[in-house]
């Protein structure tokens, strides 16, 4: 996987981190905002309170076959003005290479029991 396959949004919100920290956390207010598609399944798998937060985002089809894993990374710094400097990484699962792959990213090693 390279960087590009990642998508980074950066904004500056004039909500104090904790208020943005509830609106990611809280089930009932991450279900007003978060507009997930039909067949997804959201979970929460990582959290620095209050700094950070990820999911992982689980996708699938009508009749339920997964079709995507990706992982949603929202990150949260205090700003001098009382607002929030929001960073929100949204990047796909990585698939681990196999054991005879020859390209230079980092292989995984097997090893027999």
């Known amino acids: 996987m390279s960087e590009t396959d990642e998508l980074v949004f950066e904004t500056t919100l004039d909500a104090p981190p904790e208020k943005v920290w509830r609106a ?5 207010y991450l279900d007003r ?12 798998i990582t959290a620095d309170e209050p700094n950070s937060v990820t999911f992982r ?9 997964q079709t995507d894993v990706s992982f949603v990374t929202f ?8 607002g929030t400097w929001f960073r929100l990484t949204h990047r ?13 990213q980092t292989a995984m090693l097997m090893r027999a029991a």
């Open 24 to 28: 990611l956390t809280v089930p009932e």
């Open 33 to 44: 905002w978060l507009d997930k598609p039909e067949y997804a399944e959201v979970e929460r």
């Open 57 to 65: 985002l689980r996708e699938r089809d009508a009749q339920g076959v």
């Open 75 to 82: 990150e949260l710094t205090p700003r001098d003005d009382g």
């Open 92 to 104: 796909p699962a990585a698939v681990p290479a196999a054991a005879n792959n020859n390209e230079t």
